[in-house]
């Protein structure tokens, strides 16, 4: 049960948690249509509850819910909600800052600046599942404000939707697909080649940056050594490993155990011989 502290539109009201005293936002269709402050409610079935104690990357949500338009808020929970659908468990505190990156996606697109970015193909590539879920915020865009979204835009939605799923931030993830770029343009400088981006090695490849990337910042580490292999078999794909694991350190401020080289090696001669 809640109070009614504030009515933010038909459907997103601001209630005081009975049980605890707490303020929390709650997004459900029509949930705040007719209703008056200290009327008490029952949040409906399939509603969004989201506390306003937590602290988000953009700050307190608290704070946060006094400057987003509550209609980027809804949009950001139907996303989550498919989210939820297709990965399972997901973080609901992504749910301000995806709100507050609709809002100036929309901004942008309405005043002609729309963004471009170069790690697009690598985010949908990298993130597949993610990409394709964000995807689903074009049509709701559509039909709710009129507007159409680009392939850039769903790539950065794709990225919030991504750190609801792992314990990794937006920066972290956009750091791990700009080190997958950098690391095939590495390859595909030293074989004078350029990589398929769908092909299953360039896959394997991105995938084993992600987690090894994942692994440093847990403190993980593998547990079969093949760099005296691999540096005597593949010397070439050996040092271009060395090179992206020391960038790959640099962007993470975290140490990769040495033992990290020897397998990114043989991903990136996977990648050169295909």
Partial sequence: MFRVKKVLNHNTVIGIGMDDN???????????????????????????????????????????????????????EQILKESEKVFGRIDWAILFPMADHIAFAVKRIRNNEQISNPLTGDIRALFHMEYKTAERICPIL?????????????????????????????ALSMQIARTVRECIQLVEEETGEKIDMMSLSYNRLMNHVRYMAARAVKGEKLKLNMNDYMSVKFPDAFRLASVVCGHLEKYIKKPLDEVEIGYLAMHIQRVSEE
């Fill in 142 to 170: 559509k039909e709710r404000l009129d507007v159409e979204i680009d392939e850039h835009e769903v790539g950065y939605i794709a990225l919030h939707i991504h750190s609801a799923i792992e314990d990794e931030n937006v």
């Fill in 22 to 76: 707490q303020e929390y936002l709650l997004i459900g269709k029509g949930i705040g249509f007719g209703r008056k402050v200290s009327e008490r409610i029952q949040a409906p079935e399939g509603s969004t509850v989201y506390s306003l104690q937590e602290q988000t990357q953009r700050g307190s949500a608290a704070e946060l819910v006094k400057s987003v338009n509550p209609v980027y808020l809804e949009i950001a």
